[in-house]
């Protein structure tokens, strides 16, 4: 068949032509731009259109209307083939360091919106075609310098892209700085402005933006292109048929050869359905012109299958349709308000409303379409090899799986039928539902739901009369949406009432059911009795509806009553948050040891927002180079007794599985090697906990070892094995518990038995427990060797620690040291988590490129990282405490069991740490028991804050619980058990340093009037008294937190030109080291003091790690390295001053003044030595210390859906002389956001034998923007001077993590109010407030808490008390 097609694919990329004939129809535009072209911005984050990492901006010509489309899109999800006659712009295309920058590179840059600057590019390109897009609509022309687009939408933009660092507020500052609608005032800390300019100059400071301004334009030659393109080859065919003749005939051609044929929209759905893989033939629906329509008139409103989400949006939203029912416009703007909140920007842009609908039907995915279509009873249009047929899309979702000739063509929501005899107050409601752990930030619902009714006055009485009523629901675990007939039946007829209402709301509970297996399935049966109750309710509560909307309009007369601020009228029944996120930053810059103090932008921002910063595997792969990924145990305990390919597999690109038995001779089977203990690198016969490595399957490309990973089949055997340790409480049976040397353990305090005999109340063996969390580092593990001359080899990783890296790859091969090099440059995000598993990719690397004589490199997929991470340490305490009548505690004791799981790791670090968080509080006296299990689980490891972050929520968690006990305020409780100097002395011995540095008191004084606390400690009270279905709760907590500095190597080397290069022994995570290590060698060597050391700071370059260069390099964790760094870097360039000193007073005295430059070329010229090492080691005094810190945070919980909101936190950090504030800044607020992830959010599930069942972007829910807190103000407390910190200097990268608890008090806090209300219902005795809260406190688990018969409870009440 002649296809009017073109038969090469065309597109530009950054403005360059790419013109291609063959190309397999399942790559995708990621992998293509990552292999094929210089294109370095377009990360690989998750590979599911989850992340945002991969967002490219892609223009298309529209020669009907002669303009040009600009849409962005996952580029991970979006195949190559279907960007025929598409321009491909990327961060680096709309600026770059050699072009000069975008605007927006330099805002993200001067708003300090980077860390490890992974996720940033994506960011960048969000941003960008929203401001694009702005320009086109006819608003008016903003001022210069700003564009049209308004605060709100640029916040908007970025809220489906992933940033683990963060904590998104400098980021969204960024964005909204474009908008002319934002008040600049209420724009955070930049570099841009100082405090008290004006807003002119404020305004004048910030790079201009110019609408015209990019480097790219959409390129003429794709104007003149043929816009379709069929491709193939022997193996593979992409078809882009025009017209469904052209479609049925290929349909008709192919069905002889029984070719696998795939119809493709815009392939997003393979984000999910994986495996979905291995066509012949590729058939492009979009050309076809029947699926593109939208067509309005009388009857409805039609759209093609192939329409995208966010087009349909834009259509349903059109306001011009003035010969539309009034009701129906209301319902289209439903439907598309619902639709807004599908996924995230770049995947609606593609998205059509066809697949996502046969995504449904073939595949049951719980869509949000399906249900809010079926409420308003859509019809569908099919198209069966050449017959044609409408359906209802009830008949459609019923009907078994669509045939591959089967093409949906479009959807029609009909319209309103009104009769004109009808009675004239009738009138339609539609609302839609949707409860999911991120409301706007890509998450697909637990349930969603539509409701439509037709409801009139009663004639008779007051009420409101159902009429009929359609109520469909949806992604619950089922097959797809359905219709509650049987309740829709029932209320059919019915005038509204709390009894009514109280059958119905029954009756859906018993309909709505998940299938078996489904999570949470009692709280999505109870989310389904809340909205029904929510549409229904506010219906009996008033007899008027305004404009058929009830969002935002229920329950308003009960507020009017109260005499209350407009900021305390949130009785919210809206459920989209509104954005716009705000936040005040308080800092002081040092000013005494210039330009250590200063908030001195980070170092690469602009570099790491184009996307030109180079990451592992940015590096290009040298010739001949092969990619490798591990094949991992899914048994807990087995042997294994082989592993077996797909043999096609073997045949086409898969070079080797390596394994335990390819060690070379001399070299060892090591994972890693560090302090505490060795683990393999594969397993020896036996595997000993699902995600060990079994073998490193070594392949032409990344995506067919992938492939063949996967496929991979290992036989096991369990024959005279003992059933595997998954509790700990087996562990304990067993006896397997890893022993700790006593000088790594804590000290207890004082004698337990004589503090509980001075208790007047004792809780005993009360106990909690805490799961684990993931890293979520936005560069999985990778790494690339090389082999070299001579036995040697060099790999490049991504690692916290190059060092153990260097010495494994030795141990490993059995070479001698110096044959092995390792180079770090950036790591993208390491959390701990790119510690020891970091040792074992890179050596797996190694080891494949030494046997092989060909380089290796390794990007793990999401998934995989995720199943072998480890994580965090889940664990179980048993406490018994003894306190006094006025809540003072006088003695603690605590019994651990520490799930390690299968080696040791760092796992011995975990009691100190936990212990020194704990001992926050003055316990009187604690002793404990730690248990480090071992259990057939992945070794658990260091994550931000390990075991710190345990140890503060089990101090909170019994605070709490003596608060209940005593019938308490919590705070009071917390006050009176805060230390006093002397009690600190006792419990951290010497790391609490003088008097004057326990800033605790002054934190916790100042910290209620920066957070208003007291007042708002009242109006949380007020809101509770007068709300009934929102609960708030505030809360204010203290942490301290004990850091270890370790010795750190540095070197610094001056050119001739002046220009200065410094190493040391830290790595650039994107926690600022390379910027303060800068700033203090920039100080350092201005003690000179000669003419031009002003503009030092531009002429030093921190680079990367090269073990062979600087040895001893250690470790970057624990918060001290960049300290230790800088202190290494300042000791070099002292040697160097000293060096120099001599030489400028001979030449001042001889020339009077004399410049930097000079200076270094007559030290050239006398060959003065001008490069120098150092070794800083700390004392044994300065080198423990602790931080503090304090935050409030006030929650709300919807007590309906369980979902939270941190309206606001305030926090107050001390961080000494800070090094640097801006960067502070960023690390306090983003370790807060992470601790945040773990208290609220991190649902870390696992199967029975510790297999993580969450594995990617669709379950595994890192906080977005829109669930970070609303308000977030930050002060950083420059506290006094401390002679032994380097510079005065203290730690920020771990520490405000544990603040984060204060958001799990405050809701906590809320729901206890909950708890209350419940119990004031059914007339139970005294709250029930003994409760303990699950960490991760998800929305399912607050609805458990809150009732999940609550609004049954509430209608039984109501009836009741009537
Ligand atoms: C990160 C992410 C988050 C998401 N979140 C949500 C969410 O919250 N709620 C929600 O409802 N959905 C969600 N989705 C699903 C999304 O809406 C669908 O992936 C998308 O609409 C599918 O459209 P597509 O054009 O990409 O289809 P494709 O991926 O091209 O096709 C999907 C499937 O449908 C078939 N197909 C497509 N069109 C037709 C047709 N006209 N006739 C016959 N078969 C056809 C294809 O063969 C394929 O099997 C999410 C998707 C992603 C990637
Ligand atoms: S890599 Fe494409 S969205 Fe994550
Ligand atoms: S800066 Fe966003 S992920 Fe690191």
């Not at 065309?10 to 995708?28: I, R």
């Not at 259990?935 to 710190?948: K, L, Q, V, Y």
């Not at 003419?1091 to 073990?1107: A, E, P, W």
Request: a neutral charge.
């Amino acid at each position: 068949m002649e296809l009017k097609t073109s038969r090469s694919l065309v597109f530009g990329v950054n403005g360059e032509k790419f013109e291609l004939s063959y190309v397999d129809p399942s790559t995708t535009l990621l992998q293509f731009l990552r292999t094929h072209t210089n294109v370095k911005s377009v990360k690989l984050g998750c590979g599911e259109g989850g992340c945002g990492a991969c967002v490219v901006l892609i223009s298309k010509y529209d020669p009907v209307h002669d303009r040009v489309e600009d849409f962005t899109a996952s580029s991970c999800l979006t195949l190559l083939c279907s960007i025929h006659g598409c321009s491909i712009t990327t961060s680096e295309g709309i600026g770059n360091s050699k072009d000069g920058f975008h605007p927006i590179h330099e805002r993200i840059a001067g708003f300090h919106a980077t860390q490890c600057g992974f996720c940033t590019p994506g960011m960048c390109v969000s941003l960008y075609g929203t401001l694009v897009n702005a320009e086109k609509t006819n608003r008016p022309e903003p001022p210069s310098g700003f564009s049209k687009v308004k605060a709100s939408e640029a916040e908007m933009a970025i809220a489906g892209n992933l940033c683990r660092c963060t904590g998104y507020r400098p980021i969204a500052d960024a964005c909204k700085s474009f908008a002319a609608d934002v008040d600049i005032e209420d724009l955070g800390f930049n570099s841009f402005w100082r405090k008290g300019e004006s807003k002119d100059l404020k305004l004048s400071r910030l790079p201009q933006y110019d609408k015209n301004h990019s480097n790219v334009r959409f390129p003429l030659f794709l104007k003149e292109i043929n816009p379709f393109v069929s491709l193939a080859s022997e193996e593979h065919y992409w078809y882009s048929p025009t017209s469904l003749k052209e479609l049925q005939t290929l349909f008709a051609l192919n069905q002889a050869n029984e070719a696998r044929i795939k119809l493709v929209v815009s392939n997003t759905g393979i984000g999910y359905y994986k495996d979905d893989e291995g066509y012949d033939m590729y058939i492009d629906l979009r050309g076809v012109s029947e699926l593109s329509i939208i067509r309005k008139d009388q009857t409805g409103i039609e759209i093609g299958a192939a329409v995208t989400i966010s087009k349909a949006i834009e259509e349903l939203k059109e306001d011009s349709r003035s010969d539309f029912h009034s009701d129906y416009t209301m319902i289209l703007e439903k439907i598309a308000d619902h639709m807004n909140k599908i996924a995230s920007g770049f995947v609606r842009n593609t998205a059509s409303v066809g697949g996502n609908l046969v995504m449904a039907q073939k595949h049951h995915f719980p869509s949000d379409i399906a249900t809010i279509l079926l409420a308003v009873d859509s019809m569908v249009h099919i198209m069966t090899g050449t017959q044609f047929e409408w359906l209802t899309l009830k008949e459609f979702l019923e009907r078994p799986p669509l045939r591959f000739d089967s093409v949906l063509l479009g959807i029609k929501v009909p319209s309103l039928e009104v009769s004109e005899s009808e009675e004239p107050r009738s009138r339609f409601l539609l609302e839609t539902y949707r409860a999911s752990p991120r409301p706007l930030g890509n998450a697909l619902p637990y349930l969603n739901a539509a409701f439509l009714a037709k409801v009139s006055p009663c004639k008779d009485s007051v009420g409101t009369v159902i009429d009929t009523c359609r109520l469909s629901f949806g992604a619950y675990g089922t097959k797809h949406a359905m219709r509650a007939k049987n309740v829709e039946e029932f209320l059919a007829g019915k005038l509204l009432s709390a009894s009514i209402l109280y059958d119905a709301v029954n009756l859906i509970t018993a309909t709505v059911v998940p299938k078996d297996n489904t999570s949470h399935a009692a709280y999505r049966s109870s989310l389904a009795a809340g909205f029904i109750f929510q549409f229904f309710n506010s219906l009996i509560d008033r007899s008027r509806i305004t404009n058929g909307y009830l969002n935002g309009h229920a329950n308003l007369s009960s507020v009017k009553d109260f005499g209350l601020a407009e900021n305390q009228k949130q009785v919210h029944y809206d459920k989209t948050p509104a954005l716009l996120s705000s936040g005040k930053q308080v800092l002081e810059e040092g000013t005494e040891c210039q330009p250590i103090g200063e908030p001195v932008i980070k170092s690469g921002a602009a570099l790491q927002a184009s996307g030109e910063a180079v990451f592992v595997d940015d590096i290009p792969s040298p010739k001949n180079c092969l990619h490798g990924t591990y094949i991992y145990s899914s048994k807990p305990l087995a042997r294994v007794k082989s592993i077996k390919l797909s043999p096609e597999l073997q045949l086409n690109g898969v070079r080797d599985i390596i394994s335990s038995k390819d060690i070379p001779d001399g070299g060892q089977n090591s994972g890693s090697k560090i302090v505490f203990g060795q683990e393999p690198l594969f397993a020896e016969e036996i595997a000993r906990c699902v995600g060990d490595r079994l073998a490193f399957v070594v392949a032409d490309t990344q995506k067919l070892a992938d492939m063949a990973a996967n496929s991979a089949i290992v036989d096991y055997s369990l024959e005279n094995l003992e059933p595997p340790i998954l509790t700990v409480e087996d562990a304990v049976k067993r006896s397997s518990i890893f022993q700790v040397s006593p000088f790594l353990l804590p000290t207890q305090v004082s004698d337990v038995s004589k503090g509980m005999a001075k208790a007047d109340h004792k809780i005993l063996s009360s106990e909690l427990k805490l799961g684990s969390q993931y890293y979520f580092y936005m560069e999985t593990q990778t790494a690339l060797a090389v082999p070299d001359e001579d036995n040697c080899i060099v790999v490049y990783t991504s690692s916290q620690s190059p060092e153990s890296v260097h010495s494994n790859v030795a141990r490993c091969l059995g070479i001698p040291q110096n044959n092995v090099r390792v180079i770090t440059r950036r790591v993208g995000g390491g959390f701990g988590g790119k510690f020891v598993r970091s040792i074992a990719c890179a050596t797996s690397c190694a080891l494949a490129a030494h046997k092989l004589r060909r380089p290796v490199r390794m990007y793990l997929n999401r998934k995989t990282d995720m199943i072998m991470a480890g994580g965090r340490h889940p664990m179980k305490i048993t406490y018994s405490v003894g306190f006094k009548n006025d809540g003072k505690i006088t003695a603690l004791n605590l019994e651990i069991l520490v799930n390690a799981g299968i080696y040791l790791d760092v796992s011995p670090i975990i009691p100190r740490n936990m212990i020194g968080a704990l001992k926050k509080y003055d316990w009187g006296a604690l002793s404990f028991d730690i248990k480090l299990c071992r259990t057939n689980h992945p070794s658990r490891a260091a994550m931000r804050a390990p075991g710190d972050v345990q140890g503060t929520y089990i101090a909170e968690a019994i605070i709490e619980k003596v608060a209940t006990t005593l019938a308490m305020d919590v705070d009071s409780v917390r006050s009176i058990n805060l230390h006093t100097y002397t009690s600190l002395k006792e419990f951290y011995g010497g790391s609490c340093g003088e008097p004057h540095e326990y800033t605790m008191p002054l934190i916790w004084s100042k910290l209620n009037d920066f957070a208003d606390y007291e007042v708002r400690v009242e109006m949380v009270k007020e809101f509770n008294r007068i709300n009934t279905w929102k609960k708030r709760g505030i809360s204010k907590v203290p942490v301290m937190y004990e850091v270890t500095q370790r010795p750190t190597p540095g070197k610094v080397s001056i050119f001739s030109d002046g220009s200065v290069v410094a190493e040391v022994g830290g790595i650039e995570l994107g926690q600022g080291l390379w910027t303060k290590v800068k700033q203090m060698v920039a100080f350092a060597l201005g003690a000179v003091q000669c003419d031009g050391i002003d503009g030092l700071l531009d002429k030093v370059r921190v680079i990367q790690s090269d073990t062979v260069s600087l040895i001893q390099g250690g470790i970057t964790a624990g918060s001290t390295t960049s300290e230790s760094s800088c202190a290494a870097a300042r000791l070099s360039c002292d040697i160097l001053v000293e060096r120099l000193k001599p030489l400028k007073e001979k030449l001042q005295k001889e020339m009077g003044s004399v410049n930097w430059e000079t200076l270094i070329l007559q030290a050239y010229a006398q060959s003065v030595n001008l490069s120098a090492s150092s070794f800083y080691v700390p004392n044994s005094i300065s080198s423990r210390y602790i931080n503090y810190g304090a935050a409030v945070s006030e929650v709300e919980i919807d007590l309906v859906t369980g979902e939270t909101r941190c309206l606001r936190t305030d926090i107050i950090y001390d961080c000494g002389q800070s090094l640097n504030p801006a960067v502070d800044l960023g690390q306090i607020e983003g370790s807060f956001i992470q601790g945040l992830g773990f208290f609220m959010l991190e649902e870390y599930e696992t199967n029975l034998d510790g297999l993580v069942l969450v594995d990617g972007t669709w379950n595994y829910k890192i906080p977005t923007l829109d669930t970070v807190p609303q308000k977030f103000n930050v002060q950083i407390l420059n506290s006094e001077h401390y002679q032994q910190r380097v510079l005065s200097s203290k730690a920020s990268g771990e520490p405000p993590l544990l603040l984060a608890v204060s958001v799990h008090c405050a809701t906590r806090a809320a729901a206890k109010e909950a708890k209350k209300q419940l119990l004031s219902w059914t007339n139970l005795d005294g709250p029930d407030s003994t409760f303990q809260l699950e960490v991760p406190a998800t929305m399912p688990v607050l609805k458990e808490l809150c009732g999940l018969d609550i609004v049954q409870t509430y209608l039984k009440w109501k009836m009741a008390t009537k």
